[in-house]
Every structure is written in structure tokens, then in C-alpha cells.
């Protein structure tokens, strides 16, 4: 992101120190328990005379959701996440479902994936010293922010939305998203290996899957392919660059797609992948768009963010992804 970018809008006027009230999410599965509760004790710690630390419990999320959707209600300067995707995602939903002026998002990557923090360039940072910037930048007169994109993604059957939610870096069907669901199980595994290994695990189960698919208000068509996935930034899977041209606030994603492989051709793909050895990829077409809509046929997984949204028993449904320009006023 460029220093233009980087010096964003300004919402606070300038001037002597003010009192604010930050909202702080940890993710309990990003790390260990000790580490989490050395970054509870770091944060709850932290001195500044001029922030207000509001730390919901994070044992268990639906209650830690539920009570700074309260916090929200009362009003806050900022929500500040400690986690990977799947944590902005959730700091995403409560910052952008707010009534009201724009509520700063401070990102703190301590996550697997991290690749919305790589995306905007806050992951090259050791979590504990990304922590003290964001909580040093709250302190000052004027906080500044860049304006980033975010997805919007709608699942519907029979024309009925029965799940709509904000998306901060990916949205993957298929085999990408088969993948991510074994990945998730690998605790043991560390994180950058996660996907690699889920990756060699799951291709003895591949079949390739026939999708319906459109993008910008084209024409639907049938697709055979392998997976599908619209990325906001240009990384998947803890830093796998399958779309290496997307960046995070142009207005537009990248909408992946891969042709039909044999299963020696699919476990090649992302190592090659990793070593941007895109040249070599004809099976693999990305093309910009701002909005993609797919039909999903039955039992086809759909994760975002590294969660999953369609675990892969459902009867089928239709997936639309809205790329929204601006819509995210991150801290920097």
C-alpha cells in the first residue's frame, strides 16, 4: 500500500489528547492458551491514559460476539482484532453493521493464515510489537486510516438469503474449500504447513465438479473446474499467491478458476503456485471482476476467510460476492 494510501482520512481533528473507547477481540485458537493469555494481560495492561480497553471474553465466541455487539451498540472509536481472517472477518461485521460514522478496524495478524494482514502489509510484524503500534495509534490526536475493500457474499436457495456476511480476503468453492475444511483439523500441524499437508490429504478424494458461474452480469455458463475463488487480496492458505495481481483497495477482486486435472495435476498446482511459476499454469485463468454468482451444486463446500459456510451437506444454492470499494476504514 502506498504511503498516499497509507496516510488514508483523518477522524479525529487535531489536538490535545482524547479519551477512547476500543472495542478488543482475541481469537482463542489463534495460539496456544498461554499465549492468549499473555496477550490479554499484555492488553489489559497497557497504561494509557487516554484508551479505554473494553476485552470480552473469548472462550466462547458466540457470547464474546454478543457482548461487543452490545459494546457497539454503546458506541466505540475503534474495534481492534487479534487473530487471522477468520477474526477481521468477524471484527468486519460488527464495524461495517454499525449505525452511524465509520468505526476504525485495527488488525493485530496472530492468526494461520494472515492473509488479509499480508494483503495490507501488517503481517511483516511480530504480533506483540503490531499489538503496541495499534495501541500507540489510538493514543494519538488524529487516527489515521486507509480506506481498503471488502467482499459481501450471499447464499440463497430459491431465491430465499438464508446467510449474508462480510468477507475481509477470500471466498473458496470446491476443492480449494475441501481442502481448507482438513486443514482445519491439523492442529498439530503448523500453520504454514496446514494447507500443503490438507492439500496432499484431500486430492485422493478429488472429482471435478460442474459449476454454473457469472461474472460482472455476464451471460451464466457451465464450468467444469476444480474450484473457484474471488480473493480480495492477492494470497490464499497462509501466503499462497494464486492471484498475485489482487490488491486490496483497487475496487475489483481477482475470480480464479481451474481446469478440469488429473490428481498429479492438482497436487503440482500450488506448489508451483508458491513459486510464482504462474507461466506454467495454463489449467489456471484469474480475471478482475466486481461481482461474481455461482451456482453451487449439491454437496460442493464454501469457506471464506477460512471458515467454513457450507460444510458440504447441503442441496445445492446459489453464491453471489460483491467487491465493495472503500468500505473498510483500517488503522494504521
Known amino acids: 500500500?502506498?504511503?498516499?494510501?497509507?496516510?488514508?482520512?483523518?477522524?479525529?481533528?487535531?489536538?490535545?489528547?482524547?479519551?477512547?473507547?476500543?472495542?478488543?477481540?482475541?481469537?482463542?485458537?489463534?495460539?496456544?492458551?498461554?499465549?492468549?493469555?499473555?496477550?490479554?494481560?499484555?492488553?489489559?495492561?497497557?497504561?494509557?491514559?487516554?484508551?479505554?480497553?473494553?476485552?470480552?471474553?473469548?472462550?466462547?465466541?458466540?457470547?464474546?460476539?454478543?457482548?461487543?455487539?452490545?459494546?457497539?451498540?454503546?458506541?466505540?472509536?475503534?474495534?481492534?482484532?487479534?487473530?487471522?481472517?477468520g477474526m477481521v472477518a468477524a471484527g468486519l461485521s460488527l464495524v461495517l453493521g454499525a449505525q452511524g460514522d465509520p468505526i476504525p478496524l485495527g488488525v493485530v495478524p496472530a492468526g494461520t493464515g494472515n492473509d488479509f494482514a499480508r494483503a495490507t502489509g501488517l503481517s511483516r510484524r511480530d504480533p506483540r510489537e503490531a499489538l503496541d503500534v495499534v495501541l500507540r495509534a489510538l493514543e494519538r490526536p488524529v487516527m489515521r486510516v486507509a480506506a481498503v475493500d471488502a467482499l459481501r457474499l450471499r447464499v440463497s436457495t430459491d431465491g430465499a438469503v438464508h446467510d449474508e456476511r462480510w468477507v475481509a480476503n477470500s471466498v473458496n468453492i470446491g476443492?480449494?474449500?475441501?481442502?481448507?475444511?482438513?486443514?482445519?483439523?491439523?492442529?498439530?500441524?503448523?500453520?504454514?504447513?496446514?494447507?500443503?499437508?490438507?492439500?496432499?490429504?484431500?486430492?485422493?478424494?478429488?472429482?471435478?465438479?460442474?459449476?454454473?458461474?457469472?461474472?460482472?452480469?455476464?451471460?451464466?455458463?457451465?464450468?467444469?473446474s476444480a474450484l473457484i475463488c474471488m480473493q480480495n487480496g492477492p494470497t490464499i492458505g497462509g501466503g499462497i499467491p494464486l492471484a498475485p495481481g489482487a490488491e486490496i483497495a483497487d475496487g475489483r477482486a481477482e475470480v480464479s478458476y481451474v481446469d478440469p486435472l488429473s490428481r498429479p495435476g492438482l497436487v503440482g498446482l500450488f506448489p508451483l503456485v508458491y513459486l510464482r511459476a504462474h507461466r506454467l499454469l495454463r489449467p489456471l485463468h484469474t480475471r478482475r471482476a466486481r461481482r461474481?454468482?455461482?451456482?453451487?451444486?449439491?454437496?460442493?463446500?464454501?469457506?471464506?476467510?477460512?471458515?467454513?459456510?457450507?460444510?458440504?451437506?447441503?442441496?445445492?444454492?446459489?453464491?453471489?460476492?460483491?467487491?465493495?470499494?472503500?468500505?473498510?476504514?483500517?488503522?494504521?
Open 175 to 224: 476443492f480449494d474449500a475441501q481442502v481448507n475444511r482438513r486443514a482445519d483439523a491439523l492442529t498439530r500441524v503448523p500453520g504454514s504447513l496446514r494447507y500443503l499437508v490438507a492439500l496432499f490429504g484431500e486430492v485422493r478424494r478429488f472429482r471435478p465438479i460442474s459449476f454454473e458461474a457469472a461474472v460482472d452480469g455476464e451471460p451464466i455458463a457451465r464450468r467444469e
Open 1 to 85: 500500500m502506498s504511503s498516499e494510501e497509507g496516510a488514508g482520512r483523518e477522524v479525529a481533528e487535531s489536538g490535545p489528547p482524547v479519551r477512547r473507547r476500543v472495542l478488543v477481540l482475541l481469537n482463542p485458537r489463534a495460539g496456544r492458551r498461554r499465549t492468549m493469555a499473555r496477550a490479554r494481560r499484555r492488553i489489559e495492561a497497557y497504561t494509557g491514559l487516554s484508551v479505554e480497553l473494553i476485552v470480552p471474553e473469548p472462550g466462547d465466541h458466540a457470547a464474546q460476539m454478543e457482548q461487543a455487539r452490545a459494546v457497539i451498540a454503546e458506541g466505540v472509536d475503534a474495534v481492534v482484532v487479534r487473530g487471522g481472517d
Open 292 to 332: 461474481l454468482r455461482v451456482q453451487v451444486p449439491a454437496g460442493v463446500p464454501l469457506f471464506a476467510d477460512g471458515d467454513a459456510v457450507l460444510a458440504g451437506d447441503h442441496p445445492g444454492c446459489e453464491v453471489e460476492v460483491d467487491v465493495v470499494p472503500g468500505a473498510v476504514s483500517l488503522l494504521r
